[in-house]
Every structure is written in C-alpha cells, then in structure tokens.
C-alpha cells in the first residue's frame, strides 16, 4: 500500500466522523420535535400528509399497536412490489418490454426490498421495468430504511419514559424519517450522482455501433434517484446486476466516495442522536469508538489479506472482479462498509476477494451489522448487545443490573437473546440444509472450501438483511429463492419485534436511580467487555463454520492449492 | 381497522412521493443542467452512437488499445463479473490463456500488467492503467505498418489521457480505452 492508499483511507474516516455529530444532532431535533431549518420547506409536506391520511399526531401507541402498525405498513410494501413484479408486462414504463417476473423469483425480491436487505437473485437490467424499479423498488427504499428507525426510536422512548404505557407513534415517525431525513439527503446525492455521470432517464436503451463495428445494447434508467436511496438508506440493492461496480451507478471515484459515505454516514449519526436523546452522550461517544475501533481492525485485517501474494493464481496483486477507477484500496474499503452496514451493495465482487476479505466481510454481517450498522437497524441491533453486556456484568458481581436508569430484567434478556440467536440459528441451519441438498449444491460456480462459502455467504447475508453475495452461486433457483426469502423475513421480524418488545416492557418500568453500585456504561472497562460479548458471540456461533470456509481457504491458498 | 386503514392512506401517498415526484424531479433537474451525462454521456460520430464514455466496448484488432478481460464479454444486456473465487483452477487457466495469447499478440513482452489479465467487476470497465495502455503501443505501430520513430507520439498521447485521481486523491490514474482508441484514429488520420 502507497501513501495515497492511506490518504484516501483517512479521508474517508476523517469526513464520516465530522459529518455524524451534526447529523447526529439535527435528527435529534426532527424525532424531538424541534423545529430546523428545514421546517420552513417541507413542514407543510408533513402536515398535508398528516390531514390526508387521517394523522392524530398526538396519538400514542403502546408497543403491540406500534408492532402492528410497522408489520401493516410492512405488508403492504411487500404486496406492492409483488404485484408490480407479476404484472409489469402489462403496464407503463416498462420500454424493453421486458415479461412478468416468476413467482418464486418475485416472492424473493419483494421481500428483499420489504426487509432492506435488497438480496438480488436478478439482475436488473434484463428483468425489471423502470416501473417495477421506481414505484416499488425506490419506494422500499426509503420506506424499509425508515422502518429501522422507527424501531430505534421506539426503543429510544423506552428507555427515557418512565412508568408509561406507550412508545410513540409509528406514523409520525416514520412520516418524519422520510421527509426530514432520507428525502432530503437522497436529492443531494442523487444530483451529485448525476453531475458525476450517473443516468438518469426513462429513454430506453440504445444500441451503439462500436469502433469495431459490435453493436452494444447499452441499458438506461433512472438510476441516480434510485442509488441515492440505496445506499442513504442502506439498501443496496442496485439498479443493474454489477451493482454499483456498473459505471453507471458509479461513474467515478467521487461518486465512488460519496455513495460509501451514505452507506454509513446516517447510521454513524444516529449513535450521536441516540445520545441526545437518550441523554446519555458519553455511552453513546464511547458505543461510536467501539463501532469505530471495529470498523478499522475489520478493514485491516481485510488491506493486509488482499494485498499479499496469493501462490494459487502465482499473482501478487489480484485485481479480479475489481474496477480500475476504483482499485483495490477502494474495493476492501467498500466492502468492508456495505457488511458493517447493512447495505450489501458491492463496487467489486466479493467472490473474487482474498478468502480472509471475503471472510471479514462476511464474519461483519454476522456480527449483527452493528459495526454502524442497518439505518435504525445498526443501533437497536447494538442496543441488544449492550443489555446483554450489562446483563452479564450484573452476573458477574450478583446484582440486578440497571441501563440508563431502567432495570434489566428476564424479559429484556429473553427478548434480546431471542433477537440475537434468531439470526444466528437461521444462518446455520439454512446454510446446513443447502450443504446437503443436491439441488442446492447444483448452483455453485466455485469448488472446494469456496463452494462452502458461496452457500453460507448467502444465508448470512439474507439472514442479516445484508444482501451482498459471492454471486457465483445461482441463486435463481426456487430453493435458494424460498429458502433465501423466508430466512430475510425471519431475520428481519425476529430481531424487529423482540425489540419494541423491550422497547415496551422498558417503557413501563419506573427510574431507577444509579447508585454506587450500578455498572458504568461510560468508560473504558464498558467497551472493552461491549466489544468482547459482540465478538464471543459471533465468533462461538461461526468459528466452525468460517474455519471450513474462508479460514481454510486461505490456508490452503497459502499451500498454493487450487480447486 | 383504523390501523390497517391508516397504513393503506400512508403507503399510496407515499408511494406517490418516493417511487413518483421524486425520481421524476430528479430526471427534471437532470435533464436541464446535466442533459448529456443523464442520458449515458454517449459518443456520436457522424451522427451515429458509437458508444458510452462510460461504458467499457470491446476491442480486438491489432491497432486499437485492448481494454480488459471481461466475463460478459463487453455484452451489458446484464452486466457482471466472472465471481470465480481466490483459489480457482478456472480463474488460474484464464489468466494462463490471456498471458499467452498477450504475449504472442506484443512481440514477446511477459511485462504484462496485472489490469490485463483480470477480468473487471461490472465486466463493462471503461478503463485500464497507463501502464497497460504503454504495453500495447509496440503492436499498434506494428498493426498500422507504422515507423518505429512515432512510438513517442503515442506515449505522449497516452499521457495526455491519463485521468488522475479525482481532487487529487481519490481512485487510481487511469485511461479511458475507447477515448484513446479515437484520439488515436484522429491523430493518425490528421497525419496522413
């Protein structure tokens, strides 16, 4: 690595961390109820909503109407972009007239995009409308991300209400997260998106006559509107099936740059407004390092392993699957962000990475994506650790334990061990039942320990609402489209409902004030034992698997082996 | 009820609002300060799309700069990359080929840099490096039954299109294949 590797590293960590405290501080205000600087522009927008859909803005809903509130609107989403899907042969905008989409593979894609995971078993040039893409995709989009923080908010108000009965109300938060936050900030990028060379129109595509005289069919869309949200919203689901490899979703560095940035930039903020909120600003600068100090040993790991020589291709630097404007610096870097965050949209394919990228990619997804993490998603997934930390320091000295106030509990702990080895269990058991499945196995491109990775990668990655893939692996197939579907719905719900679970049974609790004995979740000691039940959780689960996997690839990688 | 009342409401004017106005106001905005670039930044020459600045085309003939290896095959009707894995026996027999088969074509040369081997992410990478595009200029001059003294004509040229990191730092020098292949034509048409 040169020293322009390392500048555009820590300019990269540099901006995330001065741009998070005052965003951080501004989405404080919105889900206060403060009035910004934005209120003047689209405050009326809020309030037409409000009247015409019947809106009480002072309504408060306990957390089981809350639950049902988000799991309707959830529904809907999902009917939404299935129906698009199976009947777009046959409406607007859909200039390649391109066919319906199969059930099983529209099944798949709905909720992909309901639960932001935005898994892609298509690719999208070659199978959906501009329709399809606009009106059901762009609409996931903004509504899945803005789910997450409803839920983090709910969880937010559990914490600081004492005795109450309620926890907000779902509509209004989400209403706020969409025309606040992710509206705003998606015009921005998608016009510099565009300035930059992203497309952004409903011609059809065009077929150019090369120098040589190939004819090219080259795709169009609008894209810009609907990568902004992508990665704003932590989706990731791109618009073509490079992804944002494609140069046109990524024309760039500086698109490249900017749209890494979004990845993460509303997630880091939101650990600042939970500390606003909360009133709880040192725990949440010192929950901000530990995501931070994860984030870079995880990049690290990542830099060190794909840079050094690799005997099974003879080559010192691999650049398949990478994209020269990008390079490798940027490639890990990107891939490391989409698996911190839930994003899982890809500027190089993560098949082709050294096996230890690959597995720090995928070893972050299993995590939790709390490393920043899923918009909303990062910060209650984060949350459910921290009760289990504090849970497990009040083992340890034989006390209740308290968080911000409140005591922590059996039903916390249930709810939050529930969230967190849903996951876990869905991930193992779905990447069991395809290594024994022949029809399952038949999808693989890669051989030997790759293969196992190609399989467990996918069931991560739809469990955790990722949806970045080693996308060798054919996962248009009804197996990996139903298995791979139910898994991103469990995934999703399980760790949604336990945790607006908490956010109630917190919510109900009265003020316990901390005393000498309460354990401190500002300090040192606290991140060091945070960071240490995240990683002894994850690694506990995984270690076996992974050491299948990439581990001993790289092993044998090392030996010069090929498969 | 209510609830489920209230969630229909929400989500078709939202719908209309995120999956509408707004990707339509984007393409408005678009289409009057960034007309070219919202429309794929396409080439035209005689009034004929060649191509996207954008897009990578293929490139085969001796006396064009070649672009990179590419699993689609240079075809965007869909897009992708190879996806084969680290320790693949098939990803090792392709860059064995594609090390032959460039050496054969450049009288020899084994410094063949790594761009040229590997196969890119989109399969569409409208670039390769400096490096890769200096390797290449010894077999166009031969392909243009051209003198051997025109070679600092067309280093300087390739120099000329080095695109540099964006604000000076952000991604990799690098040359756009299809604007060079043209510059190219050009300049050697201007010649004759």
Known sequence: MSVHDFAQLII????????????????????GGRRTFLHPAVGWLESALN?????????????????????????????????????????PLNPQKLGNVPPALAFNTAVSFMTNTNWQSYAGETTLSYLTQMLGLTVQNFLSAATGMAVILALIRGIIRKTALTIGNFWVDLTRSVIYILLPLSLILALILVGQGVVQTF????????????????????????????????????????????????????????????????????????GIMANARKHAAIIFVVMLLMFAAGL?????????????????????????????????LWSVVTTDASNGSVDAMHSSLSPLSGGIAMFNIMLGEIIFGGVGAGMYGMLLFVLLTVFLAGLMVGRTPEYLGKKIEAREVQMAILA??????????????????????????????????????????????????????????DFYNI?????????????????????????????????????????ITFAVILAATILIVGALTFFPALSLGPIIEHFLMRAGAIF | MKTVLTSIKLFLFMTILTGLLYPLFITGIAKVFFSEKAGGSMIKQNGIIIGSELIGQNFSEPQYFWPRPS???????????????????ELKKEIENRRKQLISANGGNENIPADLLFGSASGLDPDISPQAARYQVDRILAARDLDHSLKTLLLNLIDEHIERPDLGVLGEPRINVLKLNLALDSLLKVRK
């Open chain 1, 51 to 91: 009247r015409l859909c019947g809106i009480n803005t002072d309504e408060e809903m306990g957390w089981k109407k809350y639950s049902m509130a988000l799991v309707w609107f959830n529904i809907l989403g999902f009917a939404a972009v299935i129906v698009l899907q199976l009947l777009q042969k046959w409406l």
């Open chain 1, 420 to 477: 967190i080895l849903g996951t876990n269990a869905l991930i193992m058991i779905g990447s069991a039942v395809a290594c024994v499945l022949p029809a399952a196995l038949a999808s693989l491109a890669n051989k030997g320990p790759h293969g196992l990775s190609e399989i467990l990668y996918a069931f991560t990655s739809a469990a955790g609402n990722n949806g970045s893939a080693f996308a060798g692996l054919n996962a248009n197939t």
């Open chain 2, 71 to 89: 699993a689609t095959n240079y075809n965007a009707m869909p897009s992708g990359g190879s996806n084969l894995g680290p320790t693949s026996a």
């Open chain 1, 12 to 31: 990269y960590i540099v901006v995330l961390v001065l741009l998070a405290p005052p965003l951080g501080q501004y989405m404080a205000d919105i889900f």
């Open chain 1, 203 to 274: 011609a059809p595509a065009i077929k150019a006559v090369g120098v040589e005289g190939t004819i090219q069919e080259i795709p169009l869309g609008p894209v810009a509107s609907q990568v902004a949200i992508k990665q704003l919203g932590t989706n990731g689901g791109g618009f073509f099936n490079a992804n944002s490899a494609h140069p046109f979703e990524n024309p760039t560095a500086l698109s490249n740059f900017a749209e890494s940035l979004a990845i993460l930039l509303i997630s880091a903020a939101l650990v600042f407004a939970f």
């Open chain 1, 300 to 332: 690290t790991l990542s830099l060190y392993s794909e840079y050094s020589y690799n005997p099974s291709l003879g080559v010192q630097t691999n650049l398949e699957g990478k994209e020269m404007r990008f390079g490798v610096t940027n490639s890990i």
């Open chain 1, 483 to 523: 298995a791979l579907g139910l898994s991103m719905l469990i995934g999703r719900f399980v760790v949604i409902i336990p945790s607006l679970a908490i956010a109630g049974s917190l919510a109900a609790k009265k003020y316990s004030p901390p005393s000498t004995g309460t354990f401190a979740t500002d300090n």
